[in-house]
């Protein structure tokens, strides 16, 4: 299990905190820490939408080493935290070749953005994003950064490593990955000590 670092919720308030890195990296579950943290310290309304893949065990089955890929988070019970997830495909496990993959991404960017117009429709506190990566196999950061932008404060996860080959999908997520970099108050880049 990863060392979870001790965290300030102070240090991520109104501001864009963007966390990257490779698959296995801890992405989730500092951005989980972060989410318990702040609505046990500060409260208030939470929208978080989880693009975390459905992961099948036919999709590992000639990728082994992908074992540890994708993971949701875990969702603080409470009447103001608004949970949005759908299914989402993991388009480079999945796919048998790069053609499918792209297919898979593009329907990936229809059902996220469904979820991203459901949770603009009402103000929050505060936005957690996990795995925005998936949407940028295909979809574009401005899209993104209009739902980040809409609260104060938002912390957003995303892959940015190189466990995957550079297919197309990969390189425009990377591109974009890099634009959300850019545009972010505050970037995480694990593995990293935040003691």
Request: proline share 3%.
């Amino acid at each position: 299990m990863k060392k979870v670092p001790k965290i300030d919720t102070e240090d991520f308030l109104n501001r864009f905190t963007l966390i990257v890195g490779d698959i296995n990296s801890g992405k989730t579950t500092l951005t989980g820490k972060i989410l318990d943290n702040f609505c046990r310290d500060i409260g208030g309304v939470v929208t978080i939408v989880d693009l975390a893949p459905e992961i099948r065990i036919q999709d590992l089955e000639e990728k082994a080493s992908a074992k540890a890929v994708g993971g949701k988070l875990d969702v603080p019970i409470s009447k103001t935290v608004r949970y949005y997830h759908e299914r989402i495909h993991a388009p480079r496990l999945r796919a048998r070749d790069e053609n499918e993959a792209r297919k898979l991404a593009a329907e990936n960017v229809r059902t996220i953005d469904v979820l991203f117009s459901k949770a603009a429709q009402r103000k929050s506190d505060a936005i957690f994003v996990n795995d925005c990566s998936l949407y940028l196999h295909c979809g574009g950061a401005s899209k993104l950064l209009k739902l980040i932008r809409s609260s104060p404060t938002s912390v957003v996860n995303g892959y940015f490593g190189r466990f995957f080959n550079d297919s197309s999908i990969s390189i425009h997520e990377r591109k974009e990955m890099e634009n959300l970099i850019n545009h972010c108050d505050r970037l995480v880049r694990l593995p990293v000590d935040l003691d």
